[in-house]
C-alpha cells in the first residue's frame, strides 16, 4: 500500500505542476490582434461570373503588360510561360492524350474567375494589393496572352462578362464531388 501512496503522490505533484505550468504558458503566449471592422471590410472580395459584385474600373492588355512585368513575370515569367509547372498560365491543351496542361487559356471557363482571383490572391507574396484598375489590366493581358482578346481590348465590369472562354463549354466543375 504504501508503493501506490507515493505513486498516487508522485501523479498528483506531476498533475499540479502541468496545470501550473500550462496556465502560466496561456498568459505569456500572444497571437496576433484582434480584427477591426475595417480590416474585414474588404476581406470577401468576390467577383462571380454573373457579373455581380465587380467593382469599377477598366484596363487592356498594353497596360497590363506593365503590371504584369512588375508583379507577376518573377513567377509567371515575362510571357506567361511559367517559371515552374504551376505557374504557367498560356498555353496547354485540354484535347492531349497525356496529361492536360490546365492553363487560363485552355482550363478555365470564364474570365470572370481569372479577375476574381487575381484580385484576391496575386502577387503570392502580397495577395490583395493590387487596385482594381490594375486587376482588369492584368486580366485583360492574361487574356491577351492566351490569345483570347485584342490587346487594346477596354476590359471592365461589363466586357469582362462578354469574353468567351475556350474552355467553357468544357469545363466539368467538380467541386461538389469528395
Known amino acids: 500500500m504504501s508503493m501506490f501512496k507515493k505513486i498516487l503522490a508522485a501523479l498528483l505533484l506531476a498533475s499540479i505542476a502541468m496545470s501550473s505550468f500550462l496556465a502560466s504558458s496561456q498568459e505569456t503566449v500572444r497571437l496576433g490582434t484582434p480584427v477591426t471592422e475595417d480590416q474585414l471590410e474588404n476581406f470577401d472580395l468576390v467577383a462571380p461570373p454573373d457579373g455581380s459584385g465587380f467593382p469599377s474600373g477598366s484596363g487592356t492588355a498594353r497596360q497590363g503588360k506593365a503590371v504584369f512585368d512588375t508583379n507577376c513575370a ?3 515569367a515575362s ?6 509547372g504551376n505557374t504557367v498560365i498560356v498555353g496547354g491543351d485540354m484535347h492531349s492524350e497525356e496529361n492536360p496542361l490546365r492553363t487560363v487559356g485552355s482550363f478555365w471557363p470564364y474570365a470572370s ?5 487575381v484580385r ?20 485583360a ?27 467553357a463549354d468544357g469545363f466539368i466543375d467538380r467541386s ?3
Not at 146 to 155: A, C, F, K, S, T
Not at 156 to 164: A, D, G
Open 74 to 76: 518573377a513567377c509567371h
Open 79 to 84: 510571357n506567361g510561360e511559367g517559371t515552374s
Open 113 to 117: 474567375t481569372i479577375f476574381d482571383y
Open 120 to 139: 484576391r490572391a496575386m502577387p503570392a507574396d502580397a495577395p490583395k494589393s493590387l487596385s482594381n484598375t490594375e486587376v482588369y489590366q492584368v486580366t
Open 141 to 167: 493581358y492574361v487574356l491577351f496572352l492566351n490569345g483570347i482578346i485584342e490587346e487594346d481590348m477596354v476590359l471592365n465590369s461589363e466586357t469582362l462578362q462578354s469574353v468567351e472562354m475556350p474552355n
Open 176 to 178: 461538389h464531388i469528395q
